[in-house]
């Protein structure tokens, strides 16, 4: 699998302050990855490092296989978590001029904006000012700006900030179509449910250093409690196996004993001669995740469970 991005043992400090402490991580060709960590943890600065307005104090960062060089940057598309939009301008002549700073000629850059704007429903506002925009509306023109040129790499910091509910499904539907096409994104956001919903991959930093990293499927299951969600006719008092059970949204979550396996259970259900309507593994969503590792992060005496993640992207 391609790399499109690649950071090794990267350090960036600010007099006294640590801002980014021995960071290593890839994003593959055609993922979106998550970037998380809580406020001041270090994303924006190691968005920075990665964009080259910042260069780190030490480590490697490589974009598209090498170093980024100046040509690289049309390549990229970033919508920053600050809006960079002039608001006294009108939009479709916003978005054909950042779409000329990324090297295209004036022609295609408005059909470009054009087709964005159709695209994303907001073909009526061309003519508009920026700043006569709702915020929901300034942010989706953002994101053209970002998308514009048609970038191989999309950094996203804060991408549905402003948007409500219906725009924000019309944002994750764009992002999983641009990945699809063989875009590599970047994703920082603080809605764990939409993360949840996006990433393959994720990389947590809290105080400038990684403390999750890997595949997200890999860390639910690391995190997971061992319980099972399950419908089923049976007498869960009489089992052996488990040490408690809870109604949840129509179904039962059943703990099971230390060192008992979900199919040991089920295989007790089985024998019981109950009637199975559903059986799954418990899964622990990643903002109680998210919680957990950034509360064991901040205590100096506790070291990250996920110390040997892996770090392997999806097949």
């Excluded at 960590?37 to 924006?44: E, I, L, S, V, Y």
């Excluded at 403390?211 to 419908?231: F, M, P, T, W």
Aim: glycine residues 6%; hydrophobic residues 40%; aromatic residues 6%.
């Amino acid at each position: 699998m391609n790399t499109a991005i690649s950071l090794k043992t990267v350090r960036k400090a600010f007099d006294s302050l640590v801002a980014v402490d021995d960071v290593s991580l890839d994003v593959h060709q055609g993922e979106i990855f998550g970037l998380l960590g809580p406020n001041g943890a270090g994303k924006t600065t190691l968005i920075r490092i990665i964009m080259d307005i910042i260069r780190p104090d030490a480590g490697t960062v490589e974009v598209l296989g090498h170093h980024l060089a100046d040509d690289d940057k049309r390549r990229i598309g970033y919508l920053p978590e600050e809006r960079g939009l002039y608001t006294r301008q009108r939009v479709l002549a916003v978005l054909e001029y950042f779409a000329c700073l990324k090297g295209l000629d004036s022609p295609p850059a408005r059909r470009s904006a054009l087709a964005w704007l159709e695209r994303l429903e907001m073909t009526d506002v061309k003519d508009k000012k920026v700043g006569e925009l709702s915020k929901g509306n300034q942010q989706k023109i953002q994101l053209i700006s970002a998308l514009v040129a048609d970038p191989e790499i999309i950094v996203l910091d804060e991408p549905f900030s402003g948007l409500d509910p219906i725009n924000a499904r019309i944002v994750m539907t764009l992002i999983r179509e641009l990945a699809a096409a063989g875009k590599s994104i970047l994703l920082s956001a603080h809605q764990m449910g939409l993360v949840e919903t996006l990433c393959q991959r994720v990389f947590m930093i809290n105080k400038g250093r990684r403390v999750l990293y890997g595949d997200l499927d890999e860390i639910k299951r690391h995190y997971s409690d061992n319980a099972v969600v399950v419908q089923a006719t049976a007498d869960y008092s009489r089992c052996h196996l488990i040490d408690r059970h809870v109604p949840e949204n129509g179904a039962m979550k059943v703990y099971l004993r230390d060192g008992v396996r979900p199919h040991d259970f089920l295989a007790w259900l089985v024998e019981a001669g109950a009637e199975v309507e559903s059986f799954e593994r418990a899964t622990t969503p990643l903002e109680e995740i998210f919680i957990r590792v950034v509360r064991e992060s901040g205590n100096p005496k506790s070291e990250p469970r996920n110390s040997k993640q892996s770090q392997n992207s999806k097949s």
